[in-house]
């Protein structure tokens, strides 16, 4: 057993841990924690806002200015209302199920680095320690992401299953279902992230985007370098995973009643919905830290009043991304109608993972190709050529499927012997 | 420090295990055995192996054990089972000289030969330990060139599997088309 345990690729952590190092880290948490609340709060409220205005109507009116306390009041009367845990319910896993769905949500934010002057490296020194602006930079990087987001399946299993009743436990292993599925596509869409970072940290990707991009004004983010494949498919994937419209099936109201959380009340009720917004808000900023440079931008100002504030320009630009994905979020949601369940499977299994697949060898043959000094053209014209040729094959080998169950189930359809049917 | 949570980690490990074990609810043994496999990972990070930690967690808790959890929801086998019934003749004291054997396998290794649990020997030998890469790096440079070929191999059968698996799956309702739709609609949802 070795005796020292890297934690972390953060500088900070390298050396001796006194008690400085110890109250900053404490305050990171902190302060990313109190943000990802503060933010759900307001996340509610904007995408009520937003849902209103493409609705044409208001939205919520009353409570403060705009409405902005509306998610305060909701959550205080949750907190109020009764508590019941249903009578044939497992009531110690009913108990649980809530919180494995809220603390992968808050876990995988802490990855997310939040600011930095990322011309310079994206390092801050506060009372002499250099540090990350990020809660955590483990080495296995993004992968906590996707260990989390595999974590988080848990809750809505759990939750429905735990209830004893029939509607929430089949919205739960529909839930399941589709979140395995996506993940990986999910997966897949990472994998060529780290293929052109050469590394899972994610400090290190924000780096590698923050460097000199094209004709001077095109930045290097990695929804350019790895050609918007990946980013396509990683926001599909994702908006499946948090199982939110078009998606949504796993609380098809007109089928499921709720979905995994119909027998849920009172204040384990608002931690599903926490969950599922905190969800919303860690992904938005995962898509941020992997395809848009995360908090890299311009710093405009450096100092004001003799105090460097160049930091505090990765905190705009990163709220300023965070903002425009989550409005896209809400969009999508006000805009597309809810898939069927057969066309969800589909869309993961005959669609997005192929082609992610497929991009993801393309990537890998551009790279290989660089290395070895091959053609650059070449390469892209063969693997392309290549990547039409399985891309028919595909599409050949699913209608081909699709055929022959038609026909079975064509045959089924018109019965040869009636007293054979009725035995 | 690294004693104090290689004790915790072991402490839940250990309570996993037994809960496993002594849990009539099925989904309370994969839950248990969840609380196993997490107390591993958090040993593996203990080594540096932080890989191996995230796949862990990703593969066995994220994928595994929800397939489990999936099948006994399916199936409905959520209560606990009715234990006096035997299903296969002879299987109960089979499995009890099985875990006996299991049992003194590993008392021999504990006993006999420290450098085997510390590690000293293994199938890579011990330059892949050497110098300052990840083990993510050195993992990725024994698999995907030393042992290339066993790769492609298991890509290969776990691919032949799956394959089989549909063929075997649709194959008996060929005979019978009623049961053919039946099958195709299930394959669907």
Redesign the interface.
Known sequence: ???T??LAADPMLAGDIGLVEVVLTLAKVVVAFAFLLVAVMLMIWFERKLLGGMHQRFGPTIAGPFGILQTLADGTKLFFKEDLVPDRS?RF?FKLAPYLSLIPAFLAFAIVPLGGDFNNGGQVEWWGRTTYLQVAD???GI??F??MS??A??GV??AG?SSGSKYP?LG??RA??QM?SY?AALGLAVASIVLVTGG?STHDMVVAQAAEGYFGIVPRWNVIVTGLVPFIVFMIAGTAELNRPPFDLVEAEQELVGGFHTEYSSIRFALFFLAEFMNTITMSAVIVTLFFGGPAGPVLVSEVGGVGIAWAWGVVWFFLKLFVLLFCFVWMRATLPRFR??QL?DLGWKALIPVALGWFLFLTALEVGRERGWNEAAVTIVSLLVFAGAALLLVRAVRSGRRA?DR??A???E??DPVE?RA | MAEAVFAVSAVIILAGAIGVVASRNPVHAALFLVQTLVGVAVLFVLNDAHFLAAVQVVVYAGAIVILFLFVIMLLGVDKAEELRIEPIFGQRPLAAVVGAALAAVLGTVVITGADVLTGLRRAGGDRALDGDATDIERMGRVLFGEFAFAVEITAALLTVAVVGAVVLTRRSSRSDGSETAGAARAGDA
């Open positions: 057993m070795s005796g345990l890297v497992d896993v483990p080495p296995i992968l906590l996707l260990a595999s974590v399946v848990y299993m759990l299953w436990l739960s292993v399941s279902a395995v993940e899972l369940y057969d499977m169950r079975e189930a045959r089924a359809d019965p040869s049917e």
